[in-house]
């Protein structure tokens, strides 16, 4: 027994515990369950549901657990360690009283509930309460209550558990929610019941114990029993979230998030959640070819030979722009393709951002979150330069906030003033700011210079323009400056915006010797000086730029790419196909397959391995694990399922050589995300990020016009 | 109680008067900067008795002042029922029905409010505006039963020992705008005794221990036998008070005096 920990009897047997635990989390430690509803690890506690109540030997009566630190027991009168009950009959019979009172008000309305059989209620009273019911007075009911598109209320199921409230006051920052009246009367409600106005509104689905908040877009489609369930990651932004797809019958019916404590905690953004209905709507199924202006539907082999004709020609004239939700296998084989035909033009950076290199003169780290996102925990100065992460990466910024609001930590903003539910120190809107930061000798740049362990977080509005490379070097500078990169912390962070954007530029699908990048592409497009544009899913890009090249887009949705397209080459959603995507942090992770690609639609690396073969350039795999194969021996970074570097070669990095040395214009750093439900064609697809978008643009002219 | 919702029509905008103003400044003088929220209650409260109701464009200027979330405001106004959330009458009358009111007659009152003001409910406010009612658990004025509490712009005061002649005539008297003492109707001091006088304290033969009555105890360990020695020492106590009536009369203003004085000792120690 160290200072920290503490001996206890559980039931009869000795444990060691962490003074600072719970007797709800000593019991856990020691293999015991316990049932709760208003306790949850990460949210703070409550101690309302009773529901965990133990025995505690010498007390003259049951405590919550959840609200009583093992610190506080007391050992018995003859120097025994001190001992709790979570069997005893006394933790039996508490429980059945809880459960009963909680029944009390709460309707049978199972069958028609939404949340039956995954509801904490329903089976917490078949483990933990009596058999039957000894009340027969009327119940009370509750006026529904409207929180929005997204949540669907049916609060008379409401046990005034408060997870909703706290997780909204908390972790996403948004003190809207909150329980009105008192007694039986309490409610749970918005402010006039207003739509929740946060990105990370949807987790208050999962925190419900009971079926009171549950998802409007799949309200009774389908039971928990009947779906498929695929552990998969999500591309809406690069924060990679890990979630869990459910599927039946080759439709994507919702998405659940799952624990990765290093990566998203338990939390996904609204986006991530209610995409999947975009999933179904707009899709590419088929090849389609324009002929008289008009896209008309071909045949895989007629459209084969189109590209294959068309890639045939001069390689200097061709161009290849990659999008934002490639997985890493597709591009890869999309690379070897170019590289074999000899076409140096491609480029994976669609918004035309100033980072990597093919040629290996910029270090890995001078495009990841090198501090990593679990890093944040231990930042004490936090300084964000031309990014919004409530917008770009909504889990991320959840994150800062609960360092915000667990320490001292600082915060300090260039670029937009914008409300990122944490309070923080704006420098200034200008890259100017940055680069004459380090001369400061007062206010932000002191806080940094003290810190242990600063971060700056570089987004892609600082980066993603004409001044990428200088902002990146002013940003570097500062970095050395402050001494944020040391002998075990790298707090030298870019935050991308794009899933695919690591992942491409660790495997180089960048312009080569000669080649142009996007923006010199889509010049020469409109200057005639390249013939064939291919679009690997890149709908971000002005199309209007693409001149009257002929435009070949392999992509699964028929958004802007496809409109402009003169060649479809239908291709797999995220959720379809098995792969590879490298989170911001530099984290491969792996992605599963949880339906099958809409009608003719194939993965993407399958129609580069089929186009190679027209061109008489085969490629050298014909299966996904060959293909990984090479993958990983051109860069084993991909191998690595899960690891994020962090601080790993931190000795040979010096942050201060990144990008080029100029000047930076004073003109203000812009969010890349300004409609944050309309970032990706999966999510332009969706009626409810449209409903959402709506209604966020209505909040914000509210406030243009208050 | 029941389900308390934010009244259907509300004003526009809400601004504290100058005197609120300084009531306001008063609180939140009381709090330091970073605990403001503190003040909600107070702050809530005198917009009450500045609109006789708190309006939801109330509640977002308190959260404003005091910031917080509206949300949090929202909270606070539903969980304290003191809090009126839609506008009552110029007089809102609060009937004590509990059992000491109710047994001295609460339910003539409650008539006669039903009958002058009309339904029981705060927000139901009588035909010239003037009043509202509602009934209320006890607000611990026992002694006086019945009464009532009525709240105005002057402030909130008991009205007690009340018929329902009374609290008519008291109605009629507030309608004509006109102040009515607060108190007991009856004009008796507090709850002193109904009755003029109750020679209570001024019985010299509880302060010189001559009515003072050995009891057994009931528990005690002392058999009945031991009793006797406490049944003769009665008559010792006996026997000295006798002697000492029998004292010329002359005696009997002495004997008072210590009396007399005791409460007067008593006030001192005080």
């Given at each position: 027994?160290?200072?920290?920990?503490?001996?206890?009897?559980?039931?009869?047997?000795?444990?060691?515990?962490?003074?600072?635990?719970?007797?709800?989390?000593?019991?856990?430690?020691?293999?015991?369950?316990?049932?709760?509803?208003?306790?949850?690890?990460?949210?703070?506690?409550?101690?309302?549901?009773?529901?965990?109540?133990?025995?505690?030997?010498?007390?003259?009566?049951?405590?919550?657990?959840?609200?009583?630190?093992?610190?506080?027991?007391?050992?018995?009168?003859?120097?025994?360690?001190?001992?709790?009950?979570?069997?005893?009959?006394?933790?039996?019979?508490?429980?059945?009283?809880?459960?009963?009172?909680?029944?009390?008000?709460?309707?049978?309305?199972?069958?028609?509930?939404?949340?039956?059989?995954?509801?904490?209620?329903?089976?917490?009273?078949?483990?933990?309460?009596?058999?039957?019911?000894?009340?027969?007075?009327?119940?009370?009911?509750?006026?529904?209550?409207?929180?929005?598109?997204?949540?669907?209320?049916?609060?008379?199921?409401?046990?005034?558990?408060?997870?909703?409230?706290?997780?909204?006051?908390?972790?996403?920052?948004?003190?809207?929610?909150?329980?009105?009246?008192?007694?039986?009367?309490?409610?749970?409600?918005?402010?006039?019941?207003?739509?929740?106005?946060?990105?990370?509104?949807?987790?208050?689905?999962?925190?419900?114990?009971?079926?009171?908040?549950?998802?409007?877009?799949?309200?009774?489609?389908?039971?928990?029993?009947?779906?498929?369930?695929?552990?998969?990651?999500?591309?809406?932004?690069?924060?990679?979230?890990?979630?869990?797809?459910?599927?039946?019958?080759?439709?994507?019916?919702?998405?659940?998030?799952?624990?990765?404590?290093?990566?998203?905690?338990?939390?996904?953004?609204?986006?991530?959640?209610?995409?999947?209905?975009?999933?179904?709507?707009?899709?590419?199924?088929?090849?389609?070819?324009?002929?008289?202006?008009?896209?008309?539907?071909?045949?895989?082999?007629?459209?084969?030979?189109?590209?294959?004709?068309?890639?045939?020609?001069?390689?200097?004239?061709?161009?290849?722009?990659?999008?934002?939700?490639?997985?890493?296998?597709?591009?890869?084989?999309?690379?070897?393709?170019?590289?074999?035909?000899?076409?140096?033009?491609?480029?994976?950076?669609?918004?035309?951002?100033?980072?990597?290199?093919?040629?290996?003169?910029?270090?890995?780290?001078?495009?990841?979150?090198?501090?990593?996102?679990?890093?944040?925990?231990?930042?004490?100065?936090?300084?964000?330069?031309?990014?919004?992460?409530?917008?770009?990466?909504?889990?991320?910024?959840?994150?800062?906030?609960?360092?915000?609001?667990?320490?001292?930590?600082?915060?300090?903003?260039?670029?937009?003033?914008?409300?990122?539910?944490?309070?923080?120190?704006?420098?200034?809107?200008?890259?100017?700011?940055?680069?004459?930061?380090?001369?400061?000798?007062?206010?932000?740049?002191?806080?940094?210079?003290?810190?242990?362990?600063?971060?700056?977080?570089?987004?892609?509005?600082?980066?993603?323009?004409?001044?990428?490379?200088?902002?990146?070097?002013?940003?570097?500078?500062?970095?050395?400056?402050?001494?944020?990169?040391?002998?075990?912390?790298?707090?030298?962070?870019?935050?991308?915006?794009?899933?695919?954007?690591?992942?491409?530029?660790?495997?180089?699908?960048?312009?080569?010797?000669?080649?142009?990048?996007?923006?010199?592409?889509?010049?020469?497009?409109?200057?005639?000086?390249?013939?064939?544009?291919?679009?690997?899913?890149?709908?971000?890009?002005?199309?209007?730029?693409?001149?009257?090249?002929?435009?070949?887009?392999?992509?699964?949705?028929?958004?802007?790419?496809?409109?402009?397209?003169?060649?479809?080459?239908?291709?797999?959603?995220?959720?379809?196909?098995?792969?590879?995507?490298?989170?911001?942090?530099?984290?491969?992770?792996?992605?599963?397959?949880?339906?099958?690609?809409?009608?003719?639609?194939?993965?993407?690396?399958?129609?580069?391995?089929?186009?190679?073969?027209?061109?008489?350039?085969?490629?050298?795999?014909?299966?996904?694990?060959?293909?990984?194969?090479?993958?990983?021996?051109?860069?084993?970074?991909?191998?690595?399922?899960?690891?994020?570097?962090?601080?790993?070669?931190?000795?040979?990095?010096?942050?201060?050589?990144?990008?080029?040395?100029?000047?930076?214009?004073?003109?203000?750093?812009?969010?890349?995300?300004?409609?944050?439900?309309?970032?990706?064609?999966?999510?332009?697809?969706?009626?409810?990020?449209?409903?959402?978008?709506?209604?966020?643009?209505?909040?914000?002219?509210?406030?243009?016009?208050? | 109680?029941?389900?308390?919702?934010?009244?259907?029509?509300?004003?526009?905008?809400?601004?504290?008067?100058?005197?609120?103003?300084?009531?306001?400044?008063?609180?939140?003088?009381?709090?330091?900067?970073?605990?403001?929220?503190?003040?909600?209650?107070?702050?809530?409260?005198?917009?009450?008795?500045?609109?006789?109701?708190?309006?939801?464009?109330?509640?977002?200027?308190?959260?404003?002042?005091?910031?917080?979330?509206?949300?949090?405001?929202?909270?606070?106004?539903?969980?304290?029922?003191?809090?009126?959330?839609?506008?009552?009458?110029?007089?809102?009358?609060?009937?004590?029905?509990?059992?000491?009111?109710?047994?001295?007659?609460?339910?003539?009152?409650?008539?006669?409010?039903?009958?002058?003001?009309?339904?029981?409910?705060?927000?139901?406010?009588?035909?010239?505006?003037?009043?509202?009612?509602?009934?209320v658990e006890c607000l611990g004025a026992c002694s006086n039963a019945?009464?009532?509490?009525?709240?105005?712009?002057?402030?909130?005061?008991?009205?007690?020992?009340?018929?329902?002649?009374?609290?008519?005539?008291?109605?009629?008297?507030?309608?004509?705008?006109?102040?009515?003492?607060?108190?007991?109707?009856?004009?008796?001091?507090?709850?002193?005794?109904?009755?003029?006088?109750?020679?209570?304290?001024?019985?010299?033969?509880?302060?010189?221990?001559?009515?003072?009555?050995?009891?057994?105890?009931?528990?005690?360990?002392?058999?009945?036998?031991?009793?006797?020695?406490?049944?003769?020492?009665?008559?010792?106590?006996?026997?000295?008070?006798?002697?000492?009536?029998?004292?010329?009369?002359?005696?009997?203003p002495a004997a008072k005096k210590p009396a007399a004085k005791k409460?007067?000792?008593?006030?001192?120690?005080?």
């Open positions: 027994m160290t200072e920290n920990t503490r001996t206890i009897i559980i039931d009869g047997d000795e444990v060691t515990v962490p003074q600072d635990y719970n007797l709800l989390q000593a019991a856990e430690a020691a293999g015991r369950e316990i049932p709760r509803f208003c306790y949850h690890e990460r949210l703070s506690v409550a101690g309302n549901c009773r529901m965990c109540l133990v025995e505690l030997v010498g007390a003259p009566k049951p405590v919550a657990s959840c609200a009583f630190l093992v610190r506080d027991m007391r050992g018995g009168p003859n120097g025994e360690p001190p001992a709790m009950r979570t069997l005893s009959p006394l933790v039996k019979k508490a429980r059945e009283g809880v459960m009963e009172f909680l029944l009390i008000n709460h309707p049978l309305d199972c069958p028609i509930c939404d949340q039956g059989g995954e509801c904490d209620l329903q089976d917490q009273s078949l483990m933990y309460g009596r058999a039957g019911s000894r009340y027969a007075e009327n119940k009370r009911a509750v006026e529904e209550k409207y929180m929005g598109p997204l949540i669907k209320t049916i609060m008379t199921r409401c046990i005034q558990c408060t997870r909703c409230v706290r997780f909204a006051t908390e972790v996403a920052g948004v003190p809207e929610l909150g329980a009105i009246g008192r007694g039986e009367d309490m409610e749970i409600t918005t402010y006039l019941e207003q739509s929740m106005t946060s990105e990370l509104s949807g987790n208050v689905i999962d925190l419900c114990p009971v079926g009171a908040l549950t998802s409007r877009p799949y309200a009774f489609n389908a039971r928990p029993w009947e779906l498929n369930k695929t552990e998969t990651i999500d591309v809406m932004d690069a924060q990679g979230a890990n979630i869990r797809v459910d599927s039946r019958s080759g439709a994507v019916l919702r998405i659940m998030p799952r624990i990765h404590d290093e990566v998203n905690e338990e939390w996904i953004s609204d986006k991530t959640r209610f995409v999947w209905d975009g999933l179904g709507r707009q899709r590419l199924d088929r090849p389609y070819a324009r002929k008289d202006g008009r896209l008309t539907p071909i045949g895989w082999d007629e459209a084969l030979d189109i590209a294959a004709k068309k890639l045939s020609g001069e390689a200097a004239r061709i161009g290849a722009i990659a999008g934002d939700l490639n997985d890493v296998e597709g591009l890869k084989a999309a690379k070897d393709l170019f590289d074999a035909l000899g076409v140096a033009s491609i480029d994976a950076r669609q918004d035309g951002a100033r980072i990597g290199a093919r040629d290996g003169s910029s270090p890995r780290q001078s495009y990841l979150f090198n501090s990593t996102i679990a890093g944040i925990d231990q930042a004490d100065a936090i300084l964000i330069v031309g990014a919004n992460p409530r917008l770009e990466a909504p889990v991320l910024n959840a994150r800062i906030r609960q360092r915000w609001l667990n320490s001292d930590c600082q915060i300090g903003v260039i670029g937009e003033a914008g409300d990122l539910t944490y309070p923080y120190e704006h420098l200034g809107a200008g890259a100017d700011v940055l680069a004459g930061l380090p001369k400061k000798r007062s206010g932000f740049i002191k806080t940094l210079k003290d810190a242990q362990r600063p971060m700056i977080i570089v987004g892609m509005g600082a980066l993603a323009r004409p001044d990428g490379a200088q902002v990146l070097r002013a940003a570097g500078e500062l970095a050395k400056v402050v001494g944020a990169v040391s002998a075990n912390w790298n707090g030298f962070n870019v935050l991308h915006t794009a899933a695919s954007r690591v992942g491409a530029l660790d495997l180089g699908f960048l312009p080569g010797e000669g080649g142009r990048d996007t923006h010199a592409i889509l010049d020469g497009a409109g200057k005639g000086e390249v013939d064939t544009v291919v679009l690997l899913g890149a709908d971000e890009i002005d199309m209007e730029r693409l001149g009257k090249a002929f435009v070949i887009y392999v992509g699964h949705h028929g958004d802007a790419g496809a409109q402009r397209a003169d060649l479809i080459l239908p291709s797999a959603a995220y959720t379809e196909k098995n792969g590879l995507y490298v989170n911001t942090e530099g984290r491969a992770q792996l992605a599963l397959r949880a339906v099958f690609p809409k009608g003719e639609a194939k993965e993407d690396w399958a129609i580069f391995r089929a186009l190679s073969a027209r061109l008489n350039k085969t490629l050298p795999y014909d299966d996904l694990n060959a293909l990984r194969a090479a993958l990983i021996e051109e860069n084993p970074v991909f191998g690595q399922i899960d690891h994020a570097p962090g601080a790993e070669g931190v000795a040979d990095f010096d942050p201060s050589t990144l990008g080029e040395a100029g000047e930076v214009s004073d003109a203000p750093l812009r969010s890349p995300v300004t409609n944050f439900y309309m970032t990706n064609a999966v999510a332009r697809a969706s009626k409810t990020m449209a409903e959402c978008s709506a209604m966020a643009l209505a909040a914000t002219r509210m406030q243009a016009a208050e | 109680m029941s389900v308390r919702r934010l009244a259907k029509t509300q004003p526009d905008s809400f601004a504290f008067s100058k005197d609120s103003e300084a009531k306001v400044a008063f609180w939140m003088n009381k709090y330091p900067e970073e605990r403001k929220a503190s003040a909600v209650i107070p702050l809530l409260w005198i917009a009450q008795k500045q609109d006789g109701w708190v309006s939801e464009p109330a509640m977002r200027e308190i959260a404003a002042r005091c910031a917080m979330p509206y949300i949090r405001v929202y909270e606070v106004a539903t969980f304290y029922t003191m809090f009126n959330l839609e506008p009552v009458g110029e007089h809102l009358i609060q009937v004590c029905g509990t059992t000491p009111c109710w047994l001295r007659g609460a339910d003539g009152l409650k008539a006669v409010c039903e009958k002058r003001i009309g339904k029981k409910g705060r927000g139901n406010i009588s035909a010239d505006g003037k009043f509202s009612w509602e009934e019945p009464m009532v509490q009525i709240s105005n712009q002057d402030g909130d005061f008991y009205y007690e020992d009340l018929t329902p002649e009374a609290l008519e005539a008291m109605l009629d008297d507030l309608a004509a705008g006109k102040t009515v003492e607060h108190g007991p109707v009856t004009r008796r001091h507090a709850s002193e005794p109904v009755k003029a006088k109750v020679p209570v304290l001024e019985d010299a033969a509880l302060f010189d221990g001559s009515a003072a009555k050995a009891a057994p105890l009931p528990h005690s360990a002392r058999p009945a036998s031991k009793a006797k020695p406490a049944s003769k020492a009665r008559p010792k106590a006996a026997d000295a008070k006798p002697a000492a009536k029998a004292k010329p009369a002359a005696k009997t409460p007067a000792v008593k006030k001192k120690d005080d």
